[in-house]
């Protein structure tokens, strides 16, 4: 019998646009404020930061926005990705679910981040910029952002959480690769870097610390370099629409249609880049997909943190966003090894996560690992930590389906390889992780440094 597993697109299937959800949303997001007088953010207050191009989309209410070829160009190098059946998992489960993932570990980063940053230094390249600043955190974003700036010709500056910087040495060396420059963080060439190491001289650094020190570098370079963020603003979710854009076309190529979308979120790109296409089948083509989320149950910040303004970094340079949040003091277990660690989480996803559009899955790191290693045995793909999370929670659902005895179609965002994350396998192979739940204390705490907003 010669079953397809594998459902490829030819090149000319990369979407032409991406979706932007803000079209489709039933109330506006909520406005974005300025951290001192608490007054919406125009496009004015973002200019020494974003491109010009790059404030819009992050307002716009235009359905669909062209991809410029450009972009579409170097999107070619890797897209579309390739859709599989995870039939040896299935087996592996014995469940009667039938288990899809989209590989975004195909790109030349390992990650789906490349399709925001390819886009975003395009649109910095387009008003002239040299370079840009960053934060990265495990490592990819940095890795993505310093491809994209070499393929545009432009400097790259990235601020890497000390930990990382120390822990993955060959994440460092490929970043260098490309001609950026890599600064583990908190460093001493920032006030806020110098601010957090008069506290804590031996400070691990958080993703708070690194974009604080990276909004600074690009505030105080005289317009040389713009500030790039990977993850949680509208722009980088819409360009990641890609991904659930050619999953719609490779389901239909299967002759199925998923029942349940699921993904990782750590500041909900990857979720949103597979979910949001989705979502809109949901609005308007009477489609009743459940899209779930999941978390790490040490960093849980859409199921128990609260709805409120909070500041976007860990000093609080940055303008105010309502989000779920954690505080934005919060700083990770150091027993956590699984990422997905940010404070914080994009205000598309916590609108649909506020409007019970969305569900969401708090899993402990042990049953994360565990499900990675189910899959890579299954399916010969060691994943991203992050990535883990989304198997975690395909896993629990194929075990749902197995229990009801139905026959759900299960799809999920297999959104990076782990390739440079050994170390968190070795942990868990040494037996040296457990399971942590982030204390209610320190959330109790956290909630009580947010900024009051009237
Ligand atoms: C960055 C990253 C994440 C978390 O970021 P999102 O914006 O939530 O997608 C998850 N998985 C991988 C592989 C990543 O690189």
Known sequence: MSEVIRFDLPQSAIPSHWYNVQADLPRPLPPVLHPGSHQPVGPDDLAPLFPMQLIMQEVSQERWIAIPDE??????LWRPTPLLRARRLEKALDTPAHIYYKYEGVSPSGSHKLNTAAAQAYYNKQEGINGLTTETGAGQWGTALAQACSFFDMEC?????????????????????????????????????????????????????????????????????????????????????????????????????????????????????????????????????????VEPAACPSLTRGKYAYDFGDTIGMTPLVKMYTLGHGFVPPPLHAGGLRYHGMASIICELWDQNMMSMSAIPQMETFAAAIAFAKAEGIIAAPEAAHGIAGAIREAQAAKAAGDERVILFNLCGHGHFDMSAYDAYLGGQLSDYEYPQTEIDRAMEALPQVG
Do not use: C, W
Request: net charge neutral.
């Open 157 to 293: 500056v990235v601020y890497m959480v000390r930990i990382s910087y120390e822990q993955k040495p060959y994440r460092r060396a490929i970043m260098r690769s490309f001609g950026a420059s890599v600064t583990a963080s908190p460093s001493d060439t920032t006030n806020a870097g110098r601010a957090i190491l008069e506290q804590d001289a031996d400070s691990a650094g958080s993703l708070g610390i690194a974009i604080s020190e990276a909004v600074e570098a690009a505030a105080t370079s005289g317009g040389k370099y713009k500030y790039s963020l990977g993850s949680v603003l509208n722009h980088v979710l819409m360009h990641q629409t890609v991904i659930g854009q050619e999953a719609l076309q490779q389901m239909e190529a299967a002759g199925e249609y998923p029942d349940v979308v699921v993904g990782p979120t750590g500041g909900g790109s990857n979720f949103a880049g597979i979910a949001l296409p989705f979502l809109r089948q949901n609005l308007t083509a009477d489609k009743q997909t459940r899209l779930l989320g």
């Open 71 to 76: 972009v579409r160009d170097i999107y070619k």
